[in-house]
């Protein structure tokens, strides 16, 4: 990260320097211009006095000046030519004096024969630069100053733009994206961090992955041991005895289903990527879901707001875990709920939105951000499950750029789970 500040501060002192030396040749190349034209004035001038002043008739010279003539030139008295005592000797010396006026510049030369003096002045005198001009080169000077740091920055945003592309494909489940960190970049150890911390991430997930599935394989065995186990001594059992062994068969029935839904959810992400994907509707999909929830203990009610015979509510993913996705929340709805679950169904500005209510308890505010991770429960909930109903149908809506969120029903009063497909 050092060569980051130092490479600026460098392009900075150099953009600097070099604008402004390029700007101090361009004034001092046109402000020798009216340097040289002075010049050519005052030559003019010193062989005009000096031709005035040997002539015997100087006067009618300057009253047959031609009118077309680039230079104006008039006699004046020596009185009418106030000078500063400091100034007076030189320029009876010979020294010519130059005044500027608001018209313009004059030159003066005194005739040492007729004790006069003569005034020089041109129509092609050049004018000083105006403001304009300043702000011009004031201008440039900016924009090559901001020009050669965006010249700068050209690089650096193009590998923060492959940075943030590398992190947002990463966050969105593609373990394997990293910065291609060749070439030139200022910007190289944030690269390598984050490809190092990619591959840590990566590491951990797979060892979590190849962990939980080996775990939950492994535990079948024992299991299937002691139901063998079970299933002989069973045999031979007396009445007392089976009582205590169908016990034992429900405990292990249901740590065999507990082991099943570990390997399950272990195995999700790795499904769900190697899952072909289709067309289908939403609409025709949710209808055959919610028709194996009908049931004479709860209503199920299935409301289709505004929707008409065209509108599908199609989307693209698979089938098959959509319809996980659908019937875990409904089946959590239908487990706490008390008469009823309305799903409603609607089409909101190209949005298709499915929301799913009960008249349950619901789930407190404060459990909502928690209740949907892995083998988490409500208190609601507390003695039913595994905790992966809603775990795992965030996981499958996540894959399918699908959101869910959790609110409480104002209709009626239990929980309500809204998912939107954009």
């Known amino acids: 990260m050092r060569r980051l500040p130092i490479s600026l501060l460098l392009v900075v002192i150099i953009a600097i320097f070099g604008v402004g030396l390029l700007l101090d040749a361009m004034f001092e190349r046109y402000s020798s211009k009216p ?40 006699f004046i008295d020596r009185q ?63 924009i090559g100053t901001l020009g050669a ?111 099943d839904s570990h390997l399950q959810f272990a195995r999700l992400d790795n499904v769900m990527d190697g899952v072909e994907k289709q067309h ?6 949710l209808t055959e879901c919610v028709a194996q929830f009908y049931d004479d203990e709860v209503e199920m009610q299935l409301i289709e707001d505004n929707l008409s015979a065209n509108d ?14 659908f019937n875990n929340i409904l089946q959590n709805a239908v487990k706490h709920a008390r008469q009823k679950v309305t799903v409603r169904m609607s089409l909101k500005g190209g949005a298709k939105e499915i929301t799913i209510s009960d008249d349950g308890p619901g789930i407190p505010e404060d459990q909502r951000d928690w209740v949907i991770k892995p083998f988490e429960r409500g208190a609601a909930g507390a003695n039913q499950g595994y905790g992966l109903g809603l775990a795992v149908a965030f996981r499958i809506a996540k894959h399918h750029g699908a959101t869910i969120s959790i609110d409480r029903s104002e209709s009626l009063g239990g929980a309500q789970l809204h998912i939107c497909f954009d």
């Open 35 to 74: 340097m040289d034209s002075v010049a050519q004035v005052s030559s003019f001038g010193r062989g005009l006095a000096i031709m005035l002043d040997s002539a015997p008739h100087p006067e009618g010279l300057i009253d047959h000046w031609p009118v077309a003539s680039d230079y104006r030139v008039s």
């Open 80 to 142: 009418e030519l106030p000078l500063p005592e400091p100034l007076r000797p030189a320029f009876e010396d010979g020294e010519p004096l130059v005044l500027e006026s608001e018209r313009g510049m004059t030159i003066y030369y005194f005739l040492s024969t007729s004790q006069k003096v003569i005034s020089v002045s041109s129509d092609q005198w050049p004018k000083e630069p105006s403001d304009g001009l300043a702000w011009v080169f004031t201008s440039v000077f900016y």
């Open 149 to 259: 740091v965006l010249l700068w920055l050209e690089p650096l945003l193009h590998r923060l733009r492959l940075l943030a592309h590398s992190t947002k494909s990463f966050g969105e489940g593609d373990l394997k994206s990293r910065v291609n960190s060749q070439g030139v970049s200022y910007i190289k150890d944030i690269e390598t961090d984050f490809n190092r911390m990619a591959d840590q991430i990566q590491q951990l997930i797979e060892d979590n992955k190849l962990l939980t599935s080996a775990v939950s394989h492994d535990l079948r065995t024992p299991l299937a041991r002691l139901r063998f186990g079970i299933d002989t001594l069973t045999e031979k059992a007396t009445v007392q005895d089976r009582r205590y062994l169908d016990r034992i068969h429900r405990d292990l029935r249901e740590m065999e289903s507990l082991v």
């Open 280 to 285: 289908l509707s939403l609409r025709d999909l």
């Open 312 to 325: 599908r509510l199609d989307t693209f993913g698979c089938i098959e875990h959509l319809a996980t996705l």
